[in-house]
């Protein structure tokens, strides 16, 4: 049996959906650290209309990081499908890499998001805070499940209260990159 299309988010206001976000829960990727904590994403807006996206997470006490940046999948279109570019290795950046970036659910504040993409196979919690109410990640939980996600997958990710600094130790050699390709 065929899934049916994702439902997506209409009308996004992308100004107020820049910021901060922290995320609260992921399916395991290879393109980010096993054991990566405070795992976040700040978004800003261009002048061209596409969004700067800075993704962060601590590894072994370091920094790690990749930029990239993202757009509307068709411009045309008022779902809150965008489509993110990022260059890897990150230490090199000259190989371009796209994915799916599609908002499932947002609350009317802009607090919480649940972000997906057409394959299930990546699927994401943030929110503005460092932690979440535990009923509101259970309704995000469940609206993943009715979109055909296998929820079993989500790993919550530990964040700190108050959350790091861009400061401290850093990853400058993309080590955490090449670990990501063997699954650690």
């Known amino acids: 049996m065929a899934k049916k299309e994702m439902e997506v988010v209409r009308g996004v206001d992308l100004e107020r959906y820049m910021g901060r976000w922290y995320e609260i829960a992921s399916f395991p990727s290879f393109f ?9 994403a700040t978004y800003k807006l261009n002048k ?7 993704n962060e997470t601590w590894s072994g006490g370091k920094r790690v990081y990749i930029e990239g940046s993202a757009y509307k999948a068709d411009p045309k279109s008022d779902e809150a499908k965008l489509k993110v570019k990022f260059y890897v290795p990150p230490f090199l950046p000259i190989i371009p890499v796209t994915g799916n970036y599609w908002v499932l659910s947002l609350d009317d504040d802009y607090q919480y998001a649940l972000i997906g993409e057409p394959t299930r196979k990546y699927l994401w919690i943030l929110c503005r805070q460092t932690h979440m109410d535990e009923e509101i990640y259970n309704m995000l939980v469940q609206k993943a499940k009715e979109e055909g996600y296998d929820v079993s997958k989500l790993h919550k990710t530990p964040q700190s209260d108050p959350p790091p600094e861009e400061g401290g130790p850093q990853d400058t050699k993309g080590i955490w990159w090449f670990k990501s390709l063997f699954g650690k």
């Open 32 to 40: 980010q650290p096993r054991n990566g904590v405070n795992t976040r």
């Open 48 to 54: 061209d209309g596409t969004v700067h996206v800075l």
